[in-house]
């Protein structure tokens, strides 16, 4: 399914954004979540091979895209024949997304965002006390 939602929206980042919609919602549980978004990116490859045989016209151009479409292949193909048994024999990556994620279902939770759960502290460690140095002398 995630292949074919790939493939349909040329976009794993619309694949993705759905598949996560739908699980917060929650109409699909974490697990189907996970093999979705793996299909997702397999449906990536499709979208990658089409668009280097579109370049058909020109072959040197044809030649460096079908190069860069078979690296994109080979990657995710390898990424799934890595995960996918590992994720179904022991769980791993389930479990790991639900250690590093909060529990949403309290309704006073607010998520500030990776962002600035990132970049905050480096503010505060590195801006802050040079702010000095940072003056804008006129």
Not at 71 to 88: D, H, K, R
Not at 93 to 119: E, H, K, S
Request: glycine residues 8%.
């Amino acid at each position: 399914a995630g292949v074919l939602a790939t493939s349909l929206f040329q976009s794993t980042t619309v694949s993705n954004l759905m598949i996560g919609s739908l699980t917060l919602m929650p109409a699909i549980d974490a697990k189907t979540a996970l093999y979705l978004t793996m299909g997702a990116n397999v449906g990536n490859s499709v979208t990658s091979s089409l668009v280097a045989v579109s370049h058909i016209g020109d072959k040197s151009l044809l030649e460096r895209a079908v190069a860069g479409s078979s690296v994109n292949t080979i990657y995710y193909f390898l990424t799934i024949a890595l995960f996918l048994p590992l994720e179904m024999a022991s769980g791993a990556l389930l479990r790991l997304g639900i250690a590093i994620t909060p529990d949403t279902r309290n309704l006073n939770y607010q998520w500030g965002g990776l962002v600035g759960l990132v970049v905050h502290p480096v503010t505060d460690f590195l801006i802050i006390p040079n702010q000095v140095h940072l003056c804008v002398r006129i």
